[in-house]
């Protein structure tokens, strides 16, 4: 049966904290506009503040398709912003974690949520540059004001594989851009008497900052999404952007059974084992028997 509290009990902190992956759902106050879930991941991205505070780092999104491209991609609803553009327009969020191993369970986190853009001072407090994922947007701040448990018996098993490079390895190459522009513009500044103003970088056509401008400027109900964050002269980490991030694994094998599979094929076998066992000692009962009687009968 489930539960409710008006606040985060301590032996959920605990498992909330070992998951892989949640999901954050939210939705814009007109009747018409789009409800939206989002799946989440990313190792260290996720993280409980207290018994009434969470929050998470949001990274880039696929994002609203640029006028130019309105065109070809007019039949394509593309969502990469929602999240954000509906906590301007109300602040409801409830994030969703759900077992996949162990005890079946399902936590709801009911909250309001703020997002701050990355560039911002609360961005900057809560993620050092050193520490920030590539591609990161904003921070999702929740205040929770009340979590639900329930059972999640049909819930299947999954066993956790890996995270997916493939963000990373698309996002990394457009921060690259942003900071070889970036210092560039800082290394030819003529007034060298006086230190240059990252306020008056440039805005490269093919980084990652020009990117959240054209593509995540707006939700796909036209709410107003990131405003700032493509504006601010925060320079990325180099090295995190210069970095190999392996091979791209967006279609990672599945074949490799899973323990789940693993149990399941064994118990078919030792069943299939004791059916033969028990099969065969019916019969061999069955002839003992008939052995006997005649014996007895020949006997007499």
């Known amino acids: ?145 009340k979590v639900g448990t329930s059972c999640g018996f049909s819930i299947p098993f999954y066993a956790y594989k890996s995270d997916r490079m493939l963000l990373n390895k698309i996002a990394a190459p457009k921060e690259l851009v942003d900071v070889k522009v970036e210092l560039a513009a800082l290394a030819s500044c003529d007034d060298q008497s006086s230190e240059p103003n990252p306020e008056q970088l440039p805005l490269s056509d093919d980084g990652l900052k020009d990117y959240w401008k054209n593509h995540n400027a707006k939700s796909i109900d036209g709410l107003p999404g990131l405003l700032s964050s493509f504006l601010s002269r925060r320079i990325f980490s180099e090295a995190a952007a210069s970095r190999d991030w392996g091979e791209d694994n967006v279609s990672i094998s599945t074949k490799t059974e899973d323990p789940v599979s693993k149990t399941f094929a064994v118990t078919q076998v030792v069943d299939q084992k004791l059916l033969v066992g028990f099969v065969l000692g019916v019969v061999t009962t069955g002839l003992w028997i008939n052995f006997a009687t005649g014996l007895r009968a020949k006997v007499l």
Do not use: C
């Open 1 to 145: 049966m489930g539960k409710f509290y008006d606040e985060i009990p301590d032996f959920l902190i605990k498992w909330i904290e070992q998951q892989k992956m949640f999901w954050v759902a939210t939705a814009p106050l007109s009747p018409a506009g789009h409800v939206n879930v989002s799946p989440k991941g990313y190792a260290g991205t996720f993280h409980v503040v207290d018994q009434h505070r969470v929050w998470y780092e949001d990274l880039t999104g696929s994002g609203e398709p640029s006028p130019s491209e309105q065109y070809e991609l007019r039949h394509r609803i593309v969502i990469g912003v929602e999240t954000i553009s509906h906590l301007r327009d109300n602040g409801r969020i409830t994030i969703l974690f759900s077992a996949f191993e162990g005890p079946p369970r399902i936590v709801r986190l009911f909250g309001t949520g703020t997002a701050h853009e990355f560039g911002t001072p609360e961005y900057n407090e809560l993620i050092p540059i050193e520490k920030r994922s590539v591609g990161s947007r904003s921070v999702i701040v929740v205040d929770v004001h």
